[in-house]
């Protein structure tokens, strides 16, 4: 019963190369959610997914930042051309479908971005 | 903006007294709101929730208040434990309005003394 697992917990790029986070929701989950926290800051929202659909992404920045959620495999926050003010942690959450109130998603542990 | 506040960045507990954590919000849409327990690189952990229609939840050692005239909660943990030591972040969602997403505060570390 492995609960919502990310990869890499820790990722190192230089200035200017691409940073691929991915995001495996917990079993019979179908909806994804991104989040990001800079350092001394709360987690900030970026992207809402379900199964090949971008429901809010209200928080990605509007360049050099993408998310996906393809029918079979992982989630995927991809970030072009890195700068240092992208080094954060990004938590991934996932929640099963429902109508009503969520109890409270499930996160994984995170990813760790240092840009040099 | 900071639609979700929590104005402690920190606070110290003796073990076996109440830990009251506060976080204030501005937006009248927000109906469901949560705690999260965050440990040094560990994701965030789910501890209590409350929905706008209640005042107060509990679960175990946990409490949450909902003042929605105020705008204000309020976590309280009796008696703290040293293991309780931790990160809290309050969220809110407006999940009526179907988006599911959820507004974090900046945190409050907790430090439970032994």
């Known amino acids: 019963n492995a609960g919502v697992m990310q990869n890499p917990r820790h990722l190192v790029r230089r200035r200017g190369q691409e940073a691929r986070l991915r995001c495996s929701p917990m079993?019979?989950?179908?909806?994804v959610y991104w989040y990001r926290q800079l350092p001394e800051e709360g987690l900030k929202f970026m992207v809402y997914l379900q199964k090949e659909n971008i429901i809010d992404e209200s928080g990605m920045p509007k360049e050099r930042f993408s998310a996906e959620f393809p029918k079979e495999g992982p989630s995927i926050l991809r970030i072009q051309q890195v700068v240092r003010g992208d080094s954060a942690a990004y938590f991934c959450a996932s929640s099963p479908i429902t109508s009503g109130v969520l109890e409270g998603d499930f996160f994984g542990p995170g990813t760790r971005l240092t840009v040099l | 903006d900071q639609q979700v506040k929590q104005n402690s960045p920190s606070l110290s507990v003796q073990e076996g007294r109440i830990s009251i954590l506060n976080c204030d919000y501005t937006n009248s849409m927000f109906d469901y709101f949560l705690w999260y327990k965050k440990y040094p690189a560990e994701g965030p952990t789910f501890l209590i929730s409350?929905?706008?229609?209640?005042d107060k939840n509990e679960d175990g050692r946990f409490t949450v208040f909902l003042n929605k005239s105020a705008k204000h909660l309020s976590l309280h943990i009796v008696p703290s434990q040293p293991g309780d030591s931790a990160v809290y972040f309050c969220a809110a969602s407006a999940v009526t309005s179907g988006t599911y997403k959820y507004i974090f505060g900046t945190g409050t570390r907790l430090k439970v003394l032994a």
């Open positions: 079993k019979g989950h179908s909806h």
């Open positions: 409350i929905s706008s229609i209640k």
